[in-house]
């Protein structure tokens, strides 16, 4: 897939945060190289023609598979409570990274930031303290 070599890499990352966080930096570091076609595939298939659409669901899933076989790989080491749907959230941290990389590229915000920020969601939530 799009990340084998990146993944492979984190794989032995015991830190929950930090493996996220990694894997943040890869996605943000090659986002500019797959946004445009992405962008570009999502809106041919907003038509009628089923092979766009079929394309854009393949192009999703190979950025969400890896993220939920991670996301079991967490709930099995009790990182991430049994209960969590792993396609929702991968489907959900996916959109995260996404327009959270297209703030750092597009508004100048820092990628070390956003992807801070995204960690503490995951580790801490948004609620008051």
Known sequence: ?????VWNEIKGE???AKRLSRRGKAFFSSFTKWIDMMNLVRSLSIGDNPSFKEKFRQLVRQMVNPMIK????????????????????AHILIGMAEYGAQLSIHEGRSAEKVISFITSILEYGVGPE
């Open 70 to 89: 991670e996301i079991d790989q967490l709930k099995k080491e009790g990182s991430v409570r049994k209960e969590v749907d792993s396609s929702l959230a």
């Open 14 to 16: 015991k830190d929950m």
């Open 1 to 5: 897939g799009m990340y084998d070599d």
